[in-house]
């Protein structure tokens, strides 16, 4: 294997620019993380008009450091006020909080924060191994594959996590429907411009996704209903005994071979992993009755899998190009506004991306372990500034922001149009992440599929017939077809339809914007 | 019949609480401690510790008082919220804790005090920490 | 016999209390947030997609959807417009026991105030600059949508808008459109 470009990633990573955006994106990440509220897609989708002005590397080194660092902060508020910060941190809390009760809060960030540290890290080595192995195999595919892939990438965020599959499916048809507005590139025809100038060259994806994210959220936490004030904290000796690390483990080691594999997935990512992992370790334990009443294994095995599904759901979106969940679809945003395409080649065209962001989660992760531990006074200080004072803050800063991007008062208008609309979809049980992703992939499969059925001289069935996209094809299909079986097997064998632990119920119900459930997993 | 007590973890607090202690033994009326944070924000450093209320009411049962602890959630006033708890306990006296504040500081910071004192509808007795 | 029993039971007893407090997390978490809304909101949303689904798929028909040797401008537009359009007829009809919508409440009507503020900064920001429409926004929300006191809205707003010209003017040189 070749290993210049991985030293020259790290030689940029080194750069003192590039270390001060990771350990600002880090940074952002944790206060986030820890506030209830706005979650990393929000903020990743507020701050895209700041990466406008700055190199693309830097760009995504910050906004990654921003999407890990988050899952590390949720932990924070889960362990000392059971309050899940992010819905990654949901399971956190049954043994987090019991821990701190007995007054072990200390050793359950301690192992937190290194269970993060080590799936990170398993993470990124796992994606430096695995990607460029990957994105080699991908150079094969033609459009028919990106078309059935881009399709398959949609329908799985839309369908695999917590309910309100067919609300999730639908968002994401309209998001394809928002795609094709503007010029036709095959044609030249204009698409649902109702003869405005400003859509004649589509929706822009900025104000789509900080209104939508952004703004969506921000309004839709107006209605929130505080009822519950909790006492400050205190968090005295920091650190897990030996005996807390060697107990521990084993879990991390399967927290972190979970969360690779499934922030691999599309639809996967931090929150499933965390589930798994937590009922991977309960059905494994010796006295599972230790579970919900501080075992330690609780807290190490969720956080270290969430830590490394957020790492390796990077995996699809650097070398296919195709985004795994919302966040990775503002990512995938975010670099063609840098001019940067997503896909295979990108390992070949633009290595310094590459390597540049992969390398720069080692050193997210060390920043993180090294930051989490001393600044937990003051992240829990954060949480004492009422969200009524933060609310009209991000407002302002998502309004002038949208608006420095093209000195464009149609911008604002636009993000609020969508913040409404992103507003109502919440209330209305619809997720608006799989809306963004559609949106961002919807010229791509339109165009593959038109280039397709090109190729094909019209005939739909070439997708059948060649390997690949045959495959995945059938994949889309198992897709689709397994809820509906699983129902009507249910349905035959009297049991309820709807089947969920109520661990998956709590998480369900988790706050910080609907970005981080599972189906559009942001945290 | 009761007696109030406004109550802080701070010197001024806990002197309220000795003297509001003192008046419920004296005229043998239960004691209710209300100790209200600010609405919203996920923490605050105003709210008791489940410790600590239970501090409170070994100290006042310590004294030989019936002992309630409230913790109300207040929006824009905490006099507001105070006066209707005395309503709902039927208060005779309202015992708080009284800050020396220079006269910027409460220029700029308001005096939840002074709207207690002007708004209540039962006497209030406003106590110094002890130095 | 009781040998066997007893640590089953203690075992169950024990699970409960997790189950206990899963349960009373959920229902914490829920407590946040206003009351689910009923069928009818699921109808609702089920209708507005499925104008949308027609909506588009009459449109699309308008561009020409050619064929599949030489597809036409509408032709992705409408397929994708039909998928919206049977999902949208089997959300209302399948949809409506679902518990993931809520109600609009009193508090809704903040929001809706905080949207009218939004639109107020946009048309009033090329016509007199920034600041004042910024300081307006951020006196309404502090003042009318967080309850905050006339004392904590002065100061929180100047201060934040003095920021944001320090910081967009001042350092960072961003044209925006501004009074001073």
Known sequence: MDFTPIIDGFGIVLQPTNLLYCLVGVLIGMLIGVLPGLGPAATIAILLPITYGIEPVSAIIMLAGIFYGA??????????????GEASSVVTVFDGFAMAKQGRAGAALGIAAIGSFIGGTVSIIGLSVLAPVVAGYALDFGPPEYAALGLLGVLLVSTVGNGGKLKAIIAA????????????????????TFANLNLA??????????GLFGLGEILYNLEENHKKVHAPAKV????????????????IARGSGI?????????????????????????????????????????????TANNAAATSSFIPLLTLGIPANATMALMFGALLIQGVQPGPQLVDSHPDIFWGVINSMYIGNILLLIMSIPMVGIFVRILRVRPAILAPITALITMLGVYTVNNSVFDIYLVIVFGVVGYLMKKFGFDPGPMVLAFVLGTLIESSARQSLLIFGGDPTGFVSRPI?????AAILAVVLFPLVRKVIRARRGEPADVRTPEEAAVSQAPAETPDRETTEAK | MTIIVGYLDTPEGRAALETGI?????????????????????????????????????????HGVRVEVRQPLHGDSLAETLESVAREVDASLVVIGLRHRSPVGKLILGSTAQRILLDASVPVLAVKADR | MSTTSEPARQQAAEVDILEELKAELAHDLEEERPPHAGPLAQVAAGLVTLALGVAGMVLALGYGLGSLTEPGPGLWPFAVAVAVTALSIAQIVFGREAQDTEQFTRSSALTGLGVLSLIGLAALLPVIGFEVPSLVLMVIWLRFLGGESWRLTAVISVVTVAAFYALFVLALSIPLPRLI
């Open chain 1, 236 to 251: 005295t000796k920091v650190w897990p005994s030996r005996k807390d690390l060697s107990d521990s483990k084993g879990a």
């Open chain 1, 259 to 303: 969360g690779f594999g499934l922030g691999v997935l599309p639809g996967g990512g931090a929150v499933l992993s965390s589930l798994v992992a937590y009922a991977v370790e309960k059905r494994r334990a010796k006295q599972p009755e230790r579970f919900g009443r501080g075992a330690i294994e609780g807290v190490a095995a969720p956080e």
């Open chain 1, 201 to 210: 060259d589509g929706i822009d994806f900025v104000p789509i996704a900080m």
């Open chain 1, 173 to 192: 048809s309209i998001g394809l429907l928002i795609a094709t507005v503007g010029r036709d590139t095959f044609t030249g025809a204009e698409r649902f």
């Open chain 2, 22 to 62: 003192a008046e419920a033994a004296l005229r043998d009326l239960p004691l209710v401690v209300v100790n209200s944070p600010r609405r919203g924000a996920p923490v605050d450093v105003d709210m008791l510790a489940p410790e600590q209320v239970s501090a409170i009411v070994d100290r006042a049962t310590d």
């Open chain 1, 469 to 473: 996209s045959g495959t995945i094809l």
């Open chain 1, 71 to 84: 899952q590390y902060g949720g932990t924070i508020t889960s362990v000392l006020l059971r309050l899940p």
